[in-house]
């Protein structure tokens, strides 16, 4: 109650008003975004993955403490380089608290890394993969053909590296074919334009070199042709691949899978076209060296002519000499000949001896030897037997001689032989 002049209190603990959870996680979601909505940290990664969503998720932490990172498909598409645990990296990005687990969280909107630019590392990073890869092959690059009658050119429509390219080869050779293939050489979404631009020279298929390139620029703008997807592109052209990228001190992936690298525009066009002013001159100075050599050949073979000729006899001369030389050898044949008659007949005379002399020798051998096997003959002979008083008495009918007196029977007809004459005696009994 309020009296005049005085003041009523009433004395007591305040009330009290909580929070909820949600509201909390807001209100200071609310305040680090109002104070941390774009700053730079640098730290190092860890635990670096890309899930399905394509979302990038890493760990950024120094010696002490640690936060986690997420950067979106979106930003995470246009990153040059590949973030890997270990390397060292700045971040720009905005304080997040994500509400459903009240965690801090630093939501990415660009990386690079410490050192070495974004780029820069890009590029080498590629370089180690595709050269690993066999990209940067030299046993598989190919040959640039001699004065191509068809040029595909893949550049910028309006760029100077089109123009120098137009110039060098209407100089040189105006009347060589060209198909352009314009394409975009600079921005996101000209690494895709340059590979189409490739693809469709191959489909089309008359060309037989083709030239890829564009002026000079700073490092983002020849990035389209440090791009993986130009790399194989190239790669797995049919077309022989002149790169043609910027100066002669840039080097891109292009340059290294090519077929064949130049240094500028202008120098490329000047290595697929020769100058057809040059070509006649060394086509003369050959011609010229030709006929040198020609002139040198004939002139030795006259020579050689002319001394044959001085050599050569008349074919009547020719027949003279065989004939001579046939007699000659008529002659010396019918020496050879009667001489070896000579021979032969010695020959013949000194076999005759030796072999007179060995038959009679044979010969006398051969009658002692009869003469000792007659004698022995003579000796077993019946008539020696005969001789000594003795008769043979055979069967007449079977001319079997008789031993056994049994084997006769009586009244059976004998034949006995005397030393002279014979008997024939009939059985007219037997005794023992």
């Known amino acids: 109650m309020v009296l005049d002049d005085q003041l009523d209190l ?26 941390l909505d774009d700053f730079w940290v640098t730290g190092e990664v860890s635990n670096a993955r890309v899930p399905a969503s394509g979302h990038l998720y890493f760990t950024l932490k120094d010696d002490r403490s640690s936060i986690s990172v997420v950067m979106f498909k979106g930003a995470f598409s246009k990153l040059k380089f590949r973030l890997a645990d270990g390397m060292a990296i700045l971040v720009r990005g905005r304080a997040n608290l994500f509400e459903a687990r009240g965690q801090l969280q630093v939501v990415a909107a660009a990386i690079e890394p410490r050192g070495a630019g974004a780029l820069q590392l890009a590029f080498e990073q590629l370089k180690k993969r595709l050269e690993s890869e066999g990209l940067f092959d030299p046993a598989r690059k190919r040959a640039i053909p001699f004065l191509p009658r ?58 037989e070199v083709m030239i890829v390139g564009r002026g000079g620029g700073s490092l983002e703008d020849l990035w389209a042709f440090n791009e993986e997807v130009v790399a194989r592109a190239i790669f797995h052209s049919a077309i022989p691949v002149v790169s043609a ?22 120098a490329a066009a000047q290595i697929v076209v020769p100058a057809k002013a040059e070509l006649a001159e060394r086509v003369g100075a050959a011609c010229e060296s030709l006929n040198v050599a020609i002139a040198r050949v004939l002139d030795a073979r006259r020579e050689a002519l002319d001394d044959f000729a001085a050599r050569l006899k008349h074919p009547g001369s020719l027949l003279r000499d065989a004939r001579e030389t046939l007699a000659r ?99 007219t009994a037997h005794r023992n």
Not at 20 to 33: A, K, P, Y
Not at 245 to 266: N, S, W
């Open 10 to 35: 009433t004395l007591g603990p305040a009330p009290r008003k909580a929070l909820g959870v949600t509201e909390l996680v807001r209100l200071i979601s609310g305040t680090l975004e109002a104070n």
């Open 150 to 207: 068809v040029i595909g050119i893949v550049t910028a429509r309006s760029g100077a590296g089109l123009r120098d390219i137009l110039r060098v080869i209407g100089d040189r050779f105006p009347d060589r074919h060209l198909i352009i293939r314009a394409a975009l050489v600079q921005g996101d979404s000209a690494a895709s334009d340059i590979a189409a631009a490739i693809e469709d020279l191959n489909r089309d298929g008359r060309a």
């Open 329 to 427: 050898t008529v002659v010396s044949m019918a020496r050879a000949m009667r001489a070896r008659a000579r021979e032969n007949q010695l020959a013949v005379t000194a076999l005759q001896e030796r072999l007179a002399a060995a038959t009679a020798k044979a010969l006398a051998a051969g009658r002692f030897r009869v003469a000792e096997l007659a004698a022995r003959m003579d000796s077993m002979s019946p008539l020696r037997v005969l001789e000594r008083g003795y008769a043979v008495v055979t069967d007449p009918r079977t001319a079997k001689v008789i031993v056994d007196a049994a084997s006769v029977e009586t009244g059976a007809d004998l034949d006995i032989r005397l030393r002279k004459g014979r008997l024939l005696a009939r059985v």
């Open 245 to 266: 990228v910027g100066h002669e001190i840039d080097y891109t992936i292009a340059d290294f899978v090519a077929d064949l690298r130049a240094p500028t525009p202008t």
